[in-house]
């Protein structure tokens, strides 16, 4: 790795509080044009947790310059899309979505719309904004969050259009704030970008250089939010395992070991973990730490050599095994998920049936399931793709229907348990949550222990869809 990959790119605090003077000036300029009342903002995320979590942080100058949430598009001064690039289908949606814009700001030409986030780093699609979504007012690209309220204002000073969109390998802002969704859910990020260069993904190229947030940083947010009533703290990047990489800092399983000594009633989960850089260390402090989530995100993607060295994951299939059957040992209860691709570039249908007897031989909670999209730019893109779309579908409900018979025959097993879960949801008497292990169980409850932690017997498993009663 070279110098460069290790440096990170602090951005200095002084540049974070001229962007809060700049949202104070968007805010008086809104406020001279639309007077002291209420100013809305409806803000979707599309892609991964990390997107959810830079859109809180934008929310956060939104807040600061004035706006309000909605839900209701149709009521929204502003509109912003976080949006994401990881495959065809989200793609598309994001251009949906802009397109279906286009009659909302016919309706309310004041309407200010922006997007940003992974898939406006590509340099065709900002092009295409460009050229035909002429209603849209602010582009920028993952490199810019740290500066909103600038760009915000400059759109509202020159009534033009602005992008901001640049390459670079990346920069970590601290100190901007952030409009949680939540009060006892969590996002904390821990790194930025990613160095792997998976030949099927995009997200390298979007996203810059892996960088580490210091570990004060992230325990002091950690400390933050577990004073704020945080019950569920998950730790993300794309390659948790390698924080840190190459630098004398905490590692990692450090960091677990750090935030798993705060005090209080809290669980912290992380994502993703990449098998690569996963080591016995690792599962050793998750086993140590009674705090941690007995939970292991792994993706594995397939489980042929061939297809994970084109792939260029870095691991094999035995290297895979051999940490879930360590994780296993250290934490027998634990449970296990996983990402897996189907129909790589020149995958046959033989190499996939290795994957299917991956996923028999470890009986995962749960999979991510997608098939293969190639994304411009990348290595796979250019590879030879034979296997039509039609086919890969097959294989891919193969696995599918696999999948859900070890689920459900995972779930037959919990029945008579009795795990610790969290309730998140309410709906007409019955509160749903997630067990440490990530299982989601329905229950009957009062909406009131929405947010707190309860000991669930499970008593019905329908397929993969578990029910229980709190039993104390
Ligand atoms: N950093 C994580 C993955 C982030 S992307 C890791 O390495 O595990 C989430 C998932 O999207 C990936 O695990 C992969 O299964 C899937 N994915 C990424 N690029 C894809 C593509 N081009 N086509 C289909 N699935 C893809
Ligand atoms: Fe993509 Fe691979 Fe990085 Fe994950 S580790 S984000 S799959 S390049
Ligand atoms: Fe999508 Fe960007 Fe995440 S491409 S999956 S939003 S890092």
Same mark, same amino acid.
């Given at each position: 790795?070279?110098?460069?990959?290790?440096?990170?790119?602090?951005?200095?605090?002084?540049?974070?509080?001229?962007?809060?003077?700049?949202?104070?000036?968007?805010?008086?300029?809104?406020?001279?044009?639309?007077?002291?009342?209420?100013?809305?903002?409806?803000?979707?995320?599309?892609?991964?947790?990390?997107?959810?979590?830079?859109?809180?942080?934008?929310?956060?100058?939104?807040?600061?310059?004035?706006?309000?949430?909605?839900?209701?598009?149709?009521?929204?001064?502003?509109?912003?899309?976080?949006?994401?690039?990881?495959?065809? *289908?989200?793609?598309?949606?994001?251009?949906?979505?802009?397109?279906?814009?286009?009659?909302?700001?016919?309706?309310?030409?004041?309407?200010?719309?922006?997007?940003?986030?992974?898939?406006?780093?590509?340099?065709?699609?900002?092009?295409?904004?460009?050229?035909?979504?002429?209603?849209?007012?602010?582009?920028?690209?993952? *490199?810019?969050?740290?500066?909103?309220?600038?760009?915000?204002?400059?759109? /509202?000073?020159?009534?033009?259009?602005?992008?901001?969109?640049?390459?670079?390998?990346?920069?970590?802002?601290?100190?901007?704030?952030?409009?949680?969704?939540?009060?006892?859910?969590?996002?904390?990020?821990?790194?930025?970008?990613?160095?792997?260069?998976?030949?099927?993904?995009?997200?390298?190229?979007?996203?810059?250089?892996?960088?580490?947030?210091?570990?004060?940083?992230?325990?002091?947010?950690?400390?933050?939010?577990?004073?704020?009533?945080?019950?569920?703290?998950?730790?993300?990047?794309?390659?948790?395992?390698?924080?840190?990489?190459?630098?004398?800092?905490?590692?990692?399983?450090?960091?677990?070991?750090?935030?798993?000594?705060?005090?209080?009633?809290?669980?912290?989960?992380?994502?993703?973990?990449?098998?690569?850089?996963?080591?016995?260390?690792?599962?050793?402090?998750?086993?140590?730490?009674?705090?941690?989530?007995? *939970?292991?995100?792994?993706?594995?993607?397939?489980?042929?050599?061939?297809?994970?060295?084109?792939?260029?994951?870095?691991?094999?299939?035995?290297?895979?095994?051999?940490?879930?059957?360590?994780?296993?040992?250290?934490?027998?209860?634990?449970?296990?998920?996983?990402?897996?691709?189907?129909?790589?570039?020149?995958?046959?249908?033989?190499?996939?049936?290795?994957?299917?007897?991956?996923?028999?031989?470890?009986?995962?909670?749960?999979?991510?399931?997608?098939?293969?999209?190639?994304?411009?730019?990348?290595?796979?893109?250019?590879?030879?793709?034979?296997?039509?779309?039609?086919?890969?579908?097959?294989?891919?409900?193969? /696995?599918?229907?696999?999948?859900?018979?070890?689920?459900?025959?995972?779930?037959?097993?919990?029945?008579?348990?009795?795990?610790?879960? /969290?309730?998140?949801?309410?709906?007409?008497?019955?509160?749903?949550?997630?067990?440490?292990?990530?299982?989601?169980?329905?229950?009957?409850?009062?909406?009131?222990?929405?947010?707190?932690?309860?000991?669930?017997?499970?008593?019905?498993?329908?397929?993969?869809?578990?029910?229980?009663?709190?039993?104390?």
């Amino acid at each position: 790795m070279s110098l460069q990959d290790l440096r990170r790119f602090d951005v200095p605090f002084d540049d974070i509080k001229k962007q809060r003077e700049y949202a104070a000036m968007a805010k008086s300029v809104l406020d001279a044009r639309m007077g002291n009342g209420k100013k809305l903002a409806y803000v979707h995320t599309f892609g991964c947790q990390g997107n959810v979590s830079d859109s809180e942080r934008l929310k956060g100058w939104l807040r600061l310059i004035g706006y309000s949430f909605t839900e209701d598009i149709e009521r929204a001064d502003l509109v912003l899309y976080n949006t994401c690039a990881i495959r065809e *289908h989200a793609h598309d949606r994001v251009f949906g979505n802009v397109g279906a814009l286009k009659p909302l700001k016919a309706k309310n030409p004041d309407m200010i719309i922006v997007l940003c986030g992974c898939m406006m780093q590509q340099e065709h699609v900002w092009q295409k904004i460009k050229k035909s979504y002429p209603y849209v007012n602010l582009v920028f690209g993952t *490199h810019s969050h740290h500066r909103l309220p600038e760009l915000l204002y400059k759109v /509202l000073r020159s009534g033009k259009r602005v992008f901001d969109v640049f390459d670079t390998e990346g920069y970590i802002a601290e100190g901007m704030p952030v409009s949680r969704d939540g009060t006892f859910k969590g996002w904390l990020p821990i790194m930025y970008g990613c160095n792997n260069f998976c030949s099927y993904c995009i997200v390298p190229y979007v996203r810059g250089r892996e960088r580490s947030r210091k570990s004060e940083e992230v325990l002091a947010e950690a400390r933050g939010l577990i004073a704020s009533g945080c019950k569920d703290i998950t730790l993300l990047g794309q390659n948790v395992n390698s924080y840190n990489r190459g630098s004398d800092e905490m590692s990692f399983a450090q960091l677990l070991r750090e935030i798993n000594a705060i005090e209080g009633d809290f669980r912290i989960r992380f994502m993703t973990s990449h098998p690569k850089d996963c080591t016995f260390e690792l599962l050793d402090a998750m086993a140590e730490c009674e705090k941690v989530s007995k *939970h292991l995100h792994l993706p594995c993607q397939s489980g042929n050599d061939r297809v994970l060295g084109e792939m260029n994951r870095g691991y094999t299939r035995e290297k895979y095994l051999s940490l879930i059957a360590y994780a296993r040992k250290v934490m027998p209860d634990i449970s296990l998920t996983s990402d897996i691709i189907v129909g790589f570039p020149g995958e046959t249908y033989e190499e996939f049936r290795d994957t299917l007897s991956l996923i028999e031989e470890v009986g995962f909670t749960s999979l991510y399931t997608f098939i293969y999209s190639p994304r411009e730019g990348t290595k796979a893109a250019s590879m030879p793709d034979p296997v039509s779309r039609e086919e890969k579908g097959k294989w891919f409900r193969e /696995l599918t229907s696999a999948q859900e018979n070890i689920a459900s025959k995972r779930c037959q097993k919990m029945l008579g348990e009795t795990y610790r879960v /969290l309730a998140e949801e309410y709906k007409g008497g019955i509160l749903s949550g997630r067990t440490d292990g990530s299982v989601m169980i329905d229950f009957p409850g009062d909406e009131s222990l929405v947010g707190s932690f309860c000991q669930v017997k499970v008593t019905a498993a329908r397929n993969w869809i578990l029910s229980g009663e709190i039993s104390r």
